[in-house]
């Protein structure tokens, strides 16, 4: 009964630790929540980019934004938190969009730019990550919604909005 109630632990998808004699038990991790912020007024970022591009209350103006990017290359209240974190091995991230605006929450090789030139050249990041360019429709993650990433490699980890490229997470993977 132990070794099927561990089998069945790993079908999950948690992560499993192997004794001399087979499977002794299972450890499973905790998800990671990436909580994805932003902070669009809707009267301004609606007139500009088109309806429902922004569902909040209030916020900065669209002309504020574009002020701040292009004095910062970035604008503070876009981004995720945490933006460093540590991860293990299997570890599943949950990204959830508490803005008003879609992201992304696509794992790149490098940070680098998004599918917006106009963003991108704002933000100083001219060269596209090539993973933003390869993005399916259930990638963007609307006001509300979440996006789960299991982390598959050690080492570094990043993640980047490939609408906002400013917005990114750099995960240390045990």
Same mark, same amino acid.
């Given at each position: 009964?132990?070794?099927?109630?561990?089998?069945?632990?790993?079908?999950?998808?948690?992560?499993?630790?192997?004794?001399?004699?087979?499977?002794?038990?299972?450890?499973?991790?905790?998800?990671?929540?990436?909580?994805?912020?932003?902070?669009?007024?809707?009267?301004?970022?609606?007139?500009?980019?088109?309806?429902?591009?922004?569902?909040?209350?209030?916020?900065?103006?669209?002309?504020?934004?574009?002020?701040?990017?292009?004095?910062?290359?970035?604008?503070?209240?876009?981004?995720?938190?945490?933006?460093?974190?540590?991860?293990?091995?299997?570890?599943?991230?949950?990204?959830?969009?508490?803005?008003? &605006?879609?992201?992304?929450?696509?794992?790149?090789?490098?940070?680098?730019?998004?599918?917006?030139?106009?963003?991108?050249?704002?933000?100083?990041?001219?060269?596209?990550?090539? &993973?933003?360019?390869?993005?399916?429709?259930?990638?963007?993650?609307?006001?509300?919604?979440?996006?789960?990433?299991?982390?598959?490699?050690?080492?570094?980890?990043?993640?980047?909005?490939?609408?906002?490229?400013?917005?990114?997470?750099?995960?240390?993977?045990?």
């Amino acid at each position: 009964m132990y070794r099927f109630a561990c089998v069945a632990v790993v079908a999950l998808g948690l992560i499993a630790s192997a004794g001399s004699a087979g499977l002794t038990g299972a450890v499973a991790l905790p998800d990671r929540t990436v909580t994805m912020k932003d902070a669009c007024d809707p009267a301004t970022f609606n007139a500009v980019i088109g309806p429902g591009a922004c569902l909040r209350s209030g916020g900065v103006t669209f002309e504020d934004f574009i002020a701040a990017l292009t004095r910062h290359g970035t604008i503070g209240a876009w981004h995720f938190a945490p933006s460093d974190t540590t991860g293990q091995f299997g570890q599943k991230f949950v990204a959830v969009n508490r803005g008003g &605006e879609v992201h992304t929450f696509t794992q790149v090789t490098s940070f680098g730019g998004g599918i917006v030139p106009l963003l991108n050249q704002l933000a100083h990041v001219p060269n596209v990550a090539p &993973e933003c360019t390869n993005l399916e429709q259930d990638d963007f993650v609307p006001p509300g919604g979440s996006y789960q990433q299991q982390i598959n490699n050690t080492g570094t980890a990043r993640f980047q909005c490939c609408i906002h490229p400013w917005m990114r997470l750099e995960v240390q993977v045990r």
